[in-house]
């Protein structure tokens, strides 16, 4: 089981930015560097959703909703993937996670991002 600690949540206000960060720490550098990555997020009382993918080779895709706003990137060094999320909606609330692609069923605490009007 792959294991990854999401972290960089906060408060902050519609327009703002925040980038989160999701680690590895206990994989080895040819483990992560070599992962199919992705962010999720969820919304009280709703699904979880994909929010975009970055393979091992950094394509990324994003879903439709934050497109042209939120970023993937990754530091395989550091065994960190990124999100950089900017241009912040109140929409964008909810708990983030990252996780492996193809999924390992042991997803992180998350890390809550709330988007005040």
């Known amino acids: 089981q792959v294991q990854l600690v999401e972290s960089g949540g906060g408060l902050v206000q519609a327009g703002g930015s925040l980038r989160l960060s999701c680690k590895g720490p206990r994989m080895i550098y040819s483990t992560f560097s070599g992962l199919d990555m992705a962010w999720y997020r969820q919304a009280p009382g709703k699904e979880r959703e994909l929010v975009g993918t970055q393979d091992k080779y950094g394509v990324t895709n994003y879903a439709d909703s934050v497109k042209g706003r939120f970023t993937i990137s990754r530091d395989n060094s550091r065994k960190t993937l990124y999100l950089q999320m900017n241009s912040l909606k109140p929409e964008d609330t909810a708990v983030y996670y990252c996780?492996?692609?193809?999924?390992?069923?042991?997803w992180g605490q998350g890390t809550q991002v709330t988007v005040s009007s």
């Open positions: 996780n492996t692609l193809p999924n390992s069923s042991n």
